[in-house]
């Protein structure tokens, strides 16, 4: 086992025990994260939900599908990325993350950041943004923008759990994801696309 490897393991072993705050005594499951810990790309959300806290996956629900949808739309395939979130344990009633719980937990996030050291950062929802680019980020007219922090590339997209519910925000979407696929592309980055024989 590699020291990066061991590195995981034992994160992994912290975070599933964890405490720190009360989201911790009402889990079902911790949902730490999953995907491809060499990806030049990471998402994160803000929290998991119902269907991820039961399988301690993230992104599983209805929103993890439209999430999956966009992805493969641009050739990015799920397991080529990594996908995390803020809080590793679910909110009740999937409320907002509140501050105290965003500080009690982001530790995790960073390690899980410095181990797999991204070129690209795409934030999943205004309140992710807000935490990893900026307070005053405003999701509606700063979506698909660039933002270049300590030689990571950032950007935010709307929640897929936001498309669910408006329709109308899924073009911008389409076209910030295409954005992000270009941005993996001028840094030499991207996966390559699998031809399939017809």
Request: with cysteine; hydrophobic share 35%.
């Amino acid at each position: 086992m590699t020291n990066i490897d061991q590195s995981w393991e034992e994160l992994q072993a912290r975070c599933r025990d964890c405490r720190a705050c009360p989201l911790g005594e009402s889990r079902t499951n911790n949902v730490f994260g999953m995907g491809d810990r060499h990806s030049p790309l990471m998402f994160v959300g803000e929290a998991p939900g119902e269907q991820e806290d039961a399988t301690g996956i993230p992104f599983v629900g209805a929103a993890g599908k439209l999430l999956d949808h966009y992805l493969f739309a641009v050739d990015l395939p799920r397991d080529r990325v990594y996908i995390a979130n803020i809080l590793k344990c679910r909110p009740p009633r999937n409320r907002d993350p509140e501050e105290s719980e965003q500080e009690a937990c982001i530790g995790y996030l960073r390690e899980q950041f410095r181990l797999i050291q991204p070129k690209v950062l795409v934030c999943l929802g205004r309140i992710a943004a807000m935490k990893l680019i900026k307070p005053d980020f405003r999701i509606t007219r700063e979506h698909g923008k660039w933002f270049y922090k300590g030689g990571v590339w950032m950007t935010a997209v709307y929640h897929p759990s936001a498309l669910l519910r408006d329709n109308t925000k899924r073009e911008d979407t389409l076209r910030d994801m295409w954005a992000i696929r270009q941005k993996l592309e001028e840094l030499g980055v991207a996966p390559e696309v699998e031809e399939t024989n017809e």
